[in-house]
Every structure is written in structure tokens, then in C-alpha cells.
């Protein structure tokens, strides 16, 4: 009973509110505003790393919502393990995106470690992934929402056939 007499009432207010709003004497407006879009950008992040080389390379891709590709790069890194380079692509692609003025992104990972350690499911034991995890969490501070999403490789192939490719391609220079 008790429930259900604080729900009639907050019906009953919100519409003496609307009631009063409606008048003109009650400034407020309720409901949400949309002026900004609440669509969300979705990017892809891969990071590729030969130890036997020492060398590793970061590609990520971030698309709108409608589809439309906004940005495709990638850097190359030396004498890296994987997990340095995952969350080197993750600063990368984040700093990225705000440079592009995004304000809501997906992220996508094969790195399924790399996913549930930003998340806070896995500890970052590692006082070198630590920093480099602390970094992609200032960057978050730019967003006003992120989320983090592991996806299987073979659904990852555009960058990490990029990575590769790069790496590939360095090493042909060298």
C-alpha cells in the first residue's frame, strides 16, 4: 500500500507540474533534451606485436553512427609486448576521438584482457600497464559515455590486418 501511495503521488505531482508549466507558472521543463545526439560513435583497436622483430604496430578505425568512417590510422612502436601495445592503441584511438570532438564511443577489442582490466573485473598487476591504464582512464574524463566491448578476432580483421600489414611493411625497410 505504502508503494503504491508514493507512486499515485509522483504521478499527481509531475502532473500539478505540468499543469503549472503549461500556465506559465512553472519555468521548469521536464523530460530529456535533444539537442545533442545520444548516438553512440563505434571504433575498432587493434595492436599487433612480433617479438622475434621487436616490432609492433596500433591501427584503430572509428566510424559515426551512420556508418560513415571518421578516422583510420595507425602508428608503428618498437620493442613492445602485446599488452603494451593494446593499451597504446587505447590512448591512441581515445585521444583520437576526442580530437574529432566525439563525446560518446564504443570501443571494440580482441584484447579480451585489455577489456576487463579497463572495466575493473581484472586487477592491472603490472606497474607499467598500470600507468598506461591510469592514462585511458584521464582520457575517459573527455567522454560523457564509453564503453568497452570485447569482440572475437575474425571480427576484428580491418585493423588487424592493418597492423599487420604495417608491420609487414616495416619490416621490408629495414
Known amino acids: 500500500m505504502y508503494i503504491l501511495s508514493i507512486g499515485v503521488l509522483s504521478v499527481f505531482t509531475v502532473f500539478l507540474f505540468r499543469v503549472l508549466q503549461g500556465f506559465g507558472l512553472f519555468p521548469f521543463k521536464f523530460g530529456l533534451q535533444m539537442s545533442i545526439s545520444l548516438e553512440n560513435f563505434i571504433s ?3 595492436g599487433a606485436s612480433r617479438s622475434t622483430q621487436n616490432l609492433s604496430s596500433t591501427t584503430w578505425a572509428i566510424f559515426a553512427p551512420n556508418g560513415e568512417l571518421v578516422s583510420l590510422q595507425g602508428i608503428c612502436i618498437s620493442r613492445s609486448t602485446n599488452n603494451i601495445v593494446e593499451y597504446s592503441t587505447m590512448f591512441e584511438l581515445l585521444f ?18 585489455v577489456v576487463l ?3 575493473g573485473i581484472y ?6 600497464i598500470l600507468r598506461m591504464a591510469l592514462r585511458v582512464h584521464l582520457l575517459e ?3 560523457n559515455f564509453i564503453q568497452y566491448e570485447h ?15 604495417a608491420l609487414d611493411r616495416n619490416l621490408q625497410e629495414m
Not at 96 to 113: F, K, P, T, Y
Not at 154 to 162: A, C, G, K, R, V
Open 96 to 113: 583520437d576521438a576526442i580530437m574529432n570532438g566525439i563525446r560518446r564511443l564504443v570501443v571494440r577489442l580482441d584484447s579480451q584482457l
Open 44 to 46: 575498432y583497436a587493434d
Open 117 to 119: 582490466q579497463l572495466v
Open 151 to 165: 569482440i572475437y578476432r575474425n571480427l576484428n580483421t580491418l585493423t588487424d590486418s592493418l597492423a599487420n600489414h
Open 123 to 128: 586487477l592491472v598487476r603490472s606497474p607499467t
Open 141 to 143: 574524463k573527455h567522454y
